[in-house]
């Protein structure tokens, strides 16, 4: 029997982090739509073409693929394997189309998992990011400041941030994700699927035995 899981938090929350490291605990894979689309592009798989065609036309992958592509995923390397949703579904029709593709599958949702941190934090978080051109080293000037404003401590190079993390682009990007995200979270109660919400502000440690605690009750 397979454990599906789907993991939402907002930009800045350490989805990506917690994903990864809950999967590599539990033996899970990750399924991250945009991973999974490039590989079937990658491989020239049915699905990859018919992507393909759309990426080449600028149209966004419209969702019978995408869930095409998905469910290739479920039925092929993952058919052993639970996996952890990370990014997908972003929409409730995708998310009734995951539904009924798991339902197909005979694979249940373990659980819906939602990380939760104030956008005073995530707004820190994300606009305080800076890195370094030279080096690679990344900064935080709320939580991890370099020596000297501006300056990488490991080679002195000036450190900068990504057009994503200014102050108005990220309000934008929690704005979206809020707007996506609630009515899935509904939906999910609805259907009778846990959903458990996580405080996203403790240490990563700290979340990631939360997760894990509550995975194996
Ligand atoms: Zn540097």
């Known amino acids: 029997m397979t454990r599906d899981l789907i993991l939402f938090g907002p930009p800045g929350a350490g989805k990506g982090t917690q994903?990864?490291?809950?999967?590599?605990?539990?033996?899970?894979?990750?399924?991250?739509?945009?991973?999974?689309?490039?590989?079937a592009v990658r491989r020239g798989t049915a699905m990859g073409r018919e992507a393909q065609?759309?990426?080449?036309?600028?149209?966004?992958?419209?969702?019978?693929?995408?869930?095409?592509?998905?469910?290739?995923?479920l039925a092929g390397e993952a058919a052993d394997t639970g996996v952890i949703f990370d990014?997908?579904?972003?929409?409730?029709?995708?998310?009734?189309?995951l539904d009924d593709l798991l339902e197909e599958l005979n694979r249940p949702l373990q659980a819906v998992l939602v990380l939760e941190v104030e956008s005073d934090v995530l707004i820190k978080r994300l606009s305080g990011r800076r890195s370094c051109?030279?080096?690679?080293a990344t900064y935080n000037v709320y939580f991890d400041p370099p020596r000297e404003e501006g300056l990488?401590?490991?080679?002195?190079?000036?450190?900068?941030?990504?057009?994503?993390?200014?102050?108005?682009?990220v309000q934008r990007r929690l704005a979206v994700?809020?707007?996506?995200?609630?009515?899935l979270i509904v939906h999910y109660r609805k259907s009778d699927t846990d959903v458990h919400h996580i405080d996203?502000?403790?240490?990563?440690?700290h979340v990631q035995r939360e997760l894990v605690e509550l995975l194996e009750e």
């Open 53 to 73: 065609r759309y990426m080449d036309a600028g149209d966004l992958v419209p969702d019978d693929v995408i869930i095409g592509i998905v469910r290739d995923y």
């Open 177 to 183: 994700y809020a707007e996506q995200t609630e009515p």
């Open 133 to 136: 051109a030279g080096c690679g």
């Open 200 to 205: 996203g502000e403790q240490s990563v440690d």
């Open 87 to 97: 990014g997908f579904p972003r929409t409730l029709p995708q998310a009734k189309r």
């Open 152 to 169: 990488c401590d490991r080679c002195g190079a000036a450190l900068s941030q990504r057009a994503d993390d200014d102050p108005a682009t």
């Open 19 to 39: 994903g990864a490291l809950l999967a590599e605990r539990l033996g899970l894979l990750r399924l991250s739509t945009g991973d999974v689309l490039r590989d």
